[in-house]
């Protein structure tokens, strides 16, 4: 099966399983996804894990909040014509920067628009929020996949949501990275997301494990928080073949060892959030430019 084919299977099966959208929305569910250390793997993640959520029929839309590398675009070859900076500057709606790729994710590049809220005045922050808020009527999940690292920007971003996935490999610095992000998180806030660990390369599952459960000790230990466990990715040969694709490994190896766990975390992530409120894109707007203005 080519490129195209593979891509236009997974898309036929999104467009069975993607709801319309409506006047009576809910507000989205907005994830942050980072990590404390580049090279680990946490934008093929979220590429992969909303292709997932949109064959279980929920509708996402990922914001790529790298403001240097737009790993998105070049992890899928792609050119949007459009970044948020359009819609903060300029007389454009979410929808029209909206880009859907061959594979059938939908993302809005960040492009220079979120650092531009560092610098907007009182009497434009109600304006940015609504026109971001529209995000709320056109997904039902929102992945913010941030820069790697321990940045001041990652780190407002991570204060801003209300869940935070956080990726990491076994790796003495990785892990260290990981605990220093939540740390830092604490030092910053008194409202704390829900963090949430995912362990990427793993020899095995058992290791994955054991990482988690060591990150959870410490962290229960020295900073009273608790991190959920959401999943362990082995280490597959058939992720570094679906990268040099430019392709989702998703569409490309559905049934490799990758995938399937990336189904298994999609899965306990819908599971995670049945029956709980979100603030929403609008909310997390709000909360994003306090903390960029304080």
């Excluded at 959208?21 to 580049?38: D, E, F, L």
């Excluded at 790298?66 to 709606?93: H, M, S, W």
């Excluded at 594979?103 to 009182?122: P, T």
Aim: glycine share 8%; net charge positive.
């Amino acid at each position: 099966m080519n490129k195209m084919d593979q891509a236009n299977k997974l898309r036929d099966l999104l467009g069975r399983n993607r709801p319309q959208s409506n006047s009576a929305h809910k507000p989205a569910r907005v994830i942050t996804v980072t990590s404390g250390k580049g090279g680990v793997g946490k934008t093929n993640f979220t590429v992969n894990l909303a292709l997932y959520l949109q064959t279980r029929g929920v509708r996402v839309i990922v914001v790529d909040a790298d403001f240097g590398l737009a790993n998105i675009e070049i992890l899928l070859g792609v050119a949007p014509r459009f970044t948020l900076a359009d819609v903060i500057n300029n007389d454009y709606t979410i929808d029209q920067i909206i880009t859907e790729t061959e594979s059938g994710l939908r993302f809005v590049s960040g492009g220079s628009g979120l650092s531009i809220l560092a610098n907007v005045d009182k009497a434009s922050v109600g304006l940015i929020v609504d026109k971001l808020a529209e995000l709320d009527a056109l997904a039902d999940v929102i992945l913010i996949d941030t820069g790697a690292g321990i940045s001041e920007s990652v780190l407002q971003f991570v204060i801003a949501s209300g869940e935070t996935i956080v990726v990491c490999v076994p790796e003495p610095t990785s892990i260290t990275d990981a605990y220093s992000l939540i740390k830092s998180t604490k030092e910053r806030t008194l409202d704390i997301p829900k963090f949430k660990i995912v362990v990427n390369r793993t020899e095995n599952r058992e290791e994955g494990l054991e990482i988690h459960k060591n990150l959870q000790r410490v962290s229960a230990k020295f900073l009273n928080i608790k991190l959920e466990y959401l999943g362990v990715i082995p280490t597959d040969a058939n992720l570094v073949r679906a990268v040099k694709k430019q392709m989702p490994c998703l569409v490309s190896y559905p049934n490799s060892t990758f995938s399937n766990e990336i189904s298994n975390i999609g899965m306990r992530l819908i599971d995670i959030g049945k029956g709980k409120e979100s603030a929403g894109m609008k909310g997390f707007m709000r909360r994003l430019i306090g903390v960029f203005n304080k």
